[in-house]
Each structure stands twice: as C-alpha cells, then as structure tokens.
C-alpha cells in the first residue's frame, strides 16, 4: 500500500522557484555575502588595531615596572600569593587596574601579583607564575592566559638579570570586538531584510510588463485555432514595449509571431473556402457536359435515326473536347500552383520570342473571328525575348485575346501592343503586352475577383458565352510564375489587359 504513494509523490512535478523569487534571493544573497565580507575584514582590521594599541600600552608599562626596587632576599615559596603591602611595584603610579607584574630572579618568582579596580592586591597561582615565567624575555608581546583572569597580552625585559613581566587584560578588547561584530550582524540581517522587502517590490514592478506579455500569450490558447479563429487581436500594448529593452525585444517578437500566426490562417481559411468553391464550380462545370453527354447517349440508344446519331455524336464530341479543355485548365492551374508552393518541379526556362508569340496568336483570332476588328501593334525588326515555358506563355498570350474576343460585340475593335519598357538601372528591361478593346466595360463588383477561378464578368456565373471562367485565372497564375505582373483597366470606351514580364538579353534600338 506504501509504494503507490510513493509512486504518486514522485510523479508529480517539481515545484521551482518563480523568476522573481530566484532574483530576489540572488540579490539578498550576494548582498549578505557583500557584508560578511566587509564586515570580517572591518573586525579584523578593528582588532589588529585594538591590539597595536594595547601593545603600546604594554611596553609603556613594561618600561615603567623595573624602575621600583625589587625586595631583596629569595621569595616565600610556601604560599604563593607574595604581596606588596608598599606598593613599590604591584600597584605602581601610573599602572592600570588589573595590570599583572612579576619579577623573575635566577628562574624564581620574587613577586607576582596585580591590583584590582578598588585598590586591593593579589598574589598569583603557582599555575599562573608558571604561565608568567615562559613569556620570552626581550621578545614582542605574546597572549597568555592566566587562568581565571582571563587572557592577557605580556611582554617580558630584563634589566640588572632580572625579568620583569607585565600583562594587561585582553577582557576590554575582546568585548569591543564583540560588540562589533554584534553591529555588523544585526546590521546586515536588518539590510538583508530591507533589501529583500524592496527587490520583491523592484523586481515585481520591473516583471509586470513581462507578466502581461505572458497574458497576451496565454489569451492566445483560448482561441479555437483547430477551427480557422484567425482573429487573433491579443497584441503587446506599446506601452510595454518601451518599458524596458529585454521586455520590449521579448513583446515586439511576440506581435509578429501573432501577426504572422493570423496572417497564415486566414490564407488557411480562405485557401480551404477557396478549394471548396472551386471544388464545387469544377462540379458544377462538369455535371452539365456529363449530363448532356448521358442525355444524347441515351437518346442515341434509343433512336435508329442515321442522320440523329450523327448529329448526337455531334453534340457528343463537343460535350467531351468542353471537358476535356476544362481538364487541361485545371490540371494547368494545379501544376502552377504546386511550382508556386515550391511541391512541383523546376519550370522548364528557355528563350522565347515573346513577339513571334503574340503575332501568331493574333492571326488565329483575327482567322477565328472575322467580325471583330484586330489591330497589331508590334516592332517586327526588334523582337522581344523572354525567359519561360513557350506553351504556357502562348496560353496566357490566346486567353487574353480570347477573352477580349468572347466578351464584347462584333465590330468591336481590339488592339493588341508590344513594347520594350526600358529599366529603371536597378533591373533590366521588360516586355509588355496590352490586350485593349473599346467593347462595354467589366461590372466594378466583378473587377476585384476578375483574376479568381471561375469568374464570369457576373455574379450569377451565366454560360451566355460558353467559357469556363478559368481563362484569365490562368492568364495570372502563368505571368506569376514567370516573375512578371498582369492588371486591368476597364471604363466606358476601354477596357486593357496589360501584361509585364522581365525581358531576356541586352537590346540595342540603334
């Protein structure tokens, strides 16, 4: 029963610290480590001074002792706490309380004692004269301790082959130093608290900028993307992407990564609205040729009519070379696309004489629609060479005059021009071809979508002129896929379609 639990609690994830904590404890930190520092080397620096100080007083007072006359004769050795009742030497003018002398003659105590605060004097222990009698005579001072006087700093002279020895107390300095180190303790816990209340709020003021850009993100997930939500509006407010250079780095790549994340659904959406319109027209388009194919079949089976199976072949073949062209286009269209969306092969690139083209699919409508008047305007002695594939061009080239021929009256007169449009000296040149005719001008509503799949000049998608509304669609996507741009300008009296592709070589007009 235990090793479920223990499974479940080492399952769950790690909880680590927020940003803002491990900040806040970061500055604390080296801000206590800072003072520690500081304030070692400070108590350090406090006590070596504290000591310098006693060891000057010491050798004032070590200097002063062996100025008295030591008792003569050899000391009592029987009780150990000898005095001085005339204070010749313990206790002497100018010495401070608790100040420790002894007097050494032959390695023998003669006196050892100190005065204390209220003017009384004191022998000293046979364990402290021992202490007493190993202080290094002539040598810098040394710290002894002498028992239940506490640690003393001593110095040792000899004059006359007697060592006089002098302490003083250590209990002042080492209490200074404590305090001190008391200070510098409470101190730093005072500044470590301080410190740490004031980061939590610098740091928590610096992070809100980056806390809502966090919300910005986070407001993006509860957008149904799965669905094509690309109305993505969350956006970094400018105010924070001034507040500081981190936050605004980090909340200007987020707008474009929101912008960009919208921009490629709504070509997502409406590539998926646009395969479903053109799956539905492509249908539509090639139910009726397939319904008046299986209309004239069956009236072919059931009739022994010579001349009406003829002429329901007739109908048949037509209904069939219809789908057959309407194929051909969309297969057309989905080649293009695939080389536009880099998934297809390289286009085949090869020079092309862009002139020869034009003219001889001018000739074809001028033979196939004698009631319109053709007008060609070309320079025979400069003709104009362009990259590409020859069949698609020439494709693009006959549905434009197609469409010109198709949606205006007899009579009407088309013009059909190519240039060179000379550089601007970044680039080369480019050959442009216009397709102008003076017929009725297009619908304004159909101008927009007049370049999209299946437009007809009308809404209603009419068959009056029996096309398939994916010329000009192919006109576009062939222009595009050879670097070059096609646009229409229609109005009462003119309407042109104006063709620009890069041309290939170096011309010379002279």
Known sequence: ???????????????????????????????????????????????????????????????????????????????????????????????????????????????????DGAGEQHGLSRAQRSVLADVEPDADPSTVSLGSLGAYRAQAVTRDGDVFVTALPLGDLRASVVRLVAVIGSTTLLAFLVAAWALTLAVRRSLRPLERVASVASSVTALDLERGDADIAARVPPSDLVVSREVGQVGAALNRLLGHVGRALTVRRDAERGMRTFVADASHELRTPIATVRAYA????????????????????????????????????????????????????????????????????????????????????????????????????????????????????????????????????????????????????????????????????????????????????????????VRVLSEPGRTAFTVDLPEVGIRSDA
């Open 298 to 485: 069956e009236l072919s089976s059931a009739s022994q009519d010579v001349t009406a199976l003829h002429r329901n072949a007739e109908r048949i073949g037509r209904e069939a070379v219809r789908m057959g062209d309407l194929v051909e286009e969309l297969l057309l269209l989905a080649r293009l696309d695939a080389v536009a969306l880099a998934a297809g092969p390289a286009p085949v690139r090869e020079p092309v004489d862009l002139t020869a083209t034009v003219v001889e699919a001018a000739m074809d409508q001028r033979a196939t629609a004698p009631d319109h008047r053709w007008v060609l305007q070309v320079a025979d002695d400069h003709p104009l060479t362009v990259s590409g594939d020859p069949g698609q061009l020439r494709r693009a080239v006959t549905n434009l005059l197609v469409n010109a021929r198709t949606h205006s009256p007899a009579g009407t007169t088309v013009v059909v021009s190519l240039q060179h449009v000379p550089g601007d000296g970044v680039g080369g040149g480019s050959a442009r071809l216009v397709v102008a005719n003076d017929g009725p001008p297009i619908d304004a509503e159909v101008l927009p979508v007049l370049f999209e799949r299946f437009t007809r000049g009308s809404s209603s998608r009419s068959r009056e002129h029996g096309t398939s509304g994916l010329g000009l669609a192919i006109v576009r996507a062939v222009v595009a896929a050879h670097d070059g741009t």
């Open 1 to 115: 029963m235990s090793r479920p639990d223990r499974v479940g609690r080492a399952s769950r994830p790690v909880r680590t610290p927020s940003l803002r904590a491990r900040i806040v404890a970061a500055v604390a930190l080296l801000l206590v480590a800072t003072n520690v520092v500081v304030g070692a080397v400070t108590v350090i620096a406090y006590r070596e001074y504290l000591v310098g100080r006693l060891d000057a007083e010491l050798a004032t007072a070590a200097g002063r002792t062996p100025g008295g006359q030591p008792p003569s004769g050899p000391p009592p050795g029987s009780t150990g706490d000898q005095q001085d009742p005339d204070n010749r030497f313990i206790g002497a003018p100018g010495q401070a309380a608790d100040t420790v002398v002894a007097i050494l003659r032959d390695g023998d105590t003669v006196l050892a004692g100190y005065t």
